[in-house]
């Protein structure tokens, strides 16, 4: 299983590489500005990288840990979590585990059932925060603490790429366990 892993997660790696990474000055959402960008929606959408994303999450997941049925739910901060989430959900399914997945608005809606958090209730269960990169951890902090609002246990905080710019401190000294599947090596990149 772990050489299917590294495959796996050496493919996935190619595919961000090839798609995602857009070389030149950029100013990221954060305010920070940085060389190159990492577009993981062309990796996250996309028709080979998507189911990929979807195992090596849930192989880090539980290389890290966490078995898979101790995990009652994946999600985060739409819009970048929302496909990672989708993927470790049909990933989970193929592999016969039961995980849900759930959606983190930036706020709750002001009509209909005024949720902030979409999809099957997360109250009382395991998640995982996820996010397909973070430069500094705000918005899986801002999907964690609405997660435990809506009284779920956050677990940790997984994200697809590491960009080595203090997000895993930001997270963890917020008290959550931060892990990453691909960082700036796994793509040839250095801040």
């Known amino acids: 299983m772990k050489e299917y892993n590294d495959v796996a997660k050496g493919r996935l790696a190619e595919l961000v590489r090839d798609l995602a990474v857009v070389k030149g000055k950029v100013t990221l959402a954060s305010g920070i500005e940085s060389d190159f960008y990492v577009d993981m929606r062309r990796v996250t959408l996309h028709h080979e990288a998507a189911p990929l994303?979807?195992?090596?999450?849930?192989?880090?997941?539980?290389?890290?840990?966490?078995?898979?049925?101790?995990?009652?739910?994946?999600?985060?901060?739409?819009?970048?979590a929302d496909p990672v989430a989708a993927a470790i959900l049909h990933a989970a399914a193929s592999r016969g585990l039961s995980m849900d997945a759930f959606v983190v608005r930036k706020e709750a809606k002001d009509h209909g059932m005024k949720r902030q958090i979409e999809g099957p209730s997360i109250e009382g269960r395991n998640v995982i925060i996820l996010e397909d990169t973070s430069t500094t951890g705000s918005s899986p902090?801002?999907?964690?603490?609405?997660?435990?609002?809506?009284?779920?246990?956050?677990?940790?905080?997984?994200?697809?790429?590491?960009?080595?710019?203090?997000?895993?401190?930001?997270?963890?000294?917020?008290?959550?366990?931060?892990?990453y599947a691909l960082d700036l090596s796994d793509l040839g990149l250095s801040e």
Do not use: F, Q
Not at 56 to 79: C, F
């Open 53 to 80: 994303v979807g195992h090596v999450m849930l192989d880090l997941l539980e290389e890290s840990g966490y078995a898979p049925d101790d995990i009652d739910a994946v999600g985060g901060l739409t819009m970048g």
């Open 141 to 179: 902090l801002a999907a964690a603490e609405a997660a435990r609002a809506a009284g779920a246990n956050v677990l940790a905080v997984a994200v697809v790429v590491d960009r080595a710019t203090g997000a895993d401190a930001k997270i963890a000294d917020a008290g959550y366990n931060y892990l």
